[in-house]
C-alpha cells in the first residue's frame, strides 16, 4: 500500500531521502521555508562570480555518495583543483590535511547539489513554507503552518496544515526540530536528545580581490582550532565560479571570533575577517578586497549526535530524523548519507 511521506527541510539531507524513496511506492511531499533546496549547501553569486558560503565542497567518503556522484550527480559536479594544507596554533602553513580524495562542488556551487538529488524524483516540493510544527492522531501525521496551503481547501492561516501522513521525516538542525516536536507525545526522547545537541556558530566571509593569489594550496584549515579563522580558501581553484583576473577568497571565522564579532554590522565585520587574514598570511594585500559578502551560520557545527535507539524508537510511529547532526558530523556527505539511510528504513515501511 502507498504510504504518503512528508519532509520537512530540503536541505541535502531531505533530499537525499527524497531521492532514496524514489523507487518506493511512496508519495512524498518535501516542505521547505526558503525558495530553494541546499539548505547549508549555499552558493551566491555576484559579479559573474559563484562563491560556496556554507559547506565548501562534497567528498565521496562512503559508497553510496560514490555512486550518487557517479550518477544523478554527475552532470553537475566539478571536481576542486587543489589540496587543503594546514595551519598550526603557531601560525606555521604545511602540507598534510588532504588525502587525495577529489572534493566536488556544483558547476555552479554545492547548491547544486540538493536539486540535482531532488528533481529526479516526483515528490511534490512546496517551498517557502514555514511549518510549525507537526501532530500525530490515531496513526497518522498532520503539518502545521501558517504560510502553506494544505491541497487539501485549507488556505494559509493560524491553523492551516496538510496531510494526513502515514511518515514524516524532519531534517532541520536540532533545536528546529526540538521545537517542532514539542506537542508530540512518542517523541520525549527524541525531543530532550534533539535540545541537547550543541551547536558552534561559524561566520563566512567572501572576498573578491582584484590581485590573482597563486598560493601552492586550494584552501588552509587552522588544525589547532585556536586561530581566529578557521578556513581560507581560493574559489578559483573551483572551475567556472570565479570569472575574469583576481581572486574570491572565502574565510570562516573560528566559532570563538565569530561570537566575539556576532554583534557587528557587515561592514566592520568583513573588515575584522579580512584583517584578520593579512595578518595571519602576512599578506597585505588581503586587507584591502574589491567587496565582501557576509554569511552568519548559527547552527553550523555539531560533533554530538544521538543514540541510534533514540533516533530509531519513534519510527514505528512514523516518526523520523535525518541530518549531520544525527550523524554527529558536520560535512555534506554525513547528511547525505543520513537521509539515504532514513529512506531506506521507510521503504521498508512500504
Known sequence: MTRHVAIVGAGVAGCATAYGLEDADAEVTVFERRTEAGGRAATRQREGCSYDVGANYLTAADDRVQQLVEGPLADDLVAVDGEVWTLDAD????????????KWTGSRGVADIGPALLDPTDSDVRFDV???????????????????????????????????????????PAPVTAELLRDVSVADSLRAAARSIEYRSITTVAARYEESFEWPYYALVDTSKTLDLGWIAREEAKPGHVSGD?????????????????HAEDPALADAATDAAAALLDVSALADPVWTDVVRWKHALTDDGIATSVRTDPADAGLHVAGDWVAGESRLNAAIVSGLETADRLAERT
Open 91 to 102: 601560525e606555521s602553513i604545511a602540507p598534510g590535511r588532504d588525502d587525495g580524495a577529489p
Open 246 to 262: 583576481g581572486s574570491l577568497v572565502i574565510f570562516q571565522a573560528s566559532p570563538q571570533w565569530s561570537q566575539r564579532h556576532q
Open 130 to 172: 514555514d511549518v510549525a510544527g507537526i501532530g500525530c492522531d490515531d496513526g497518522t501525521w498532520t503539518v502545521f503552518s501558517n504560510s502553506l496551503d494544505g491541497g487539501d481547501g485549507t488556505g494559509a492561516g493560524d491553523d492551516a496544515r496538510a496531510g494526513p501522513f502515514d511518515d514524516v521525516v524532519l531534517t532541520p
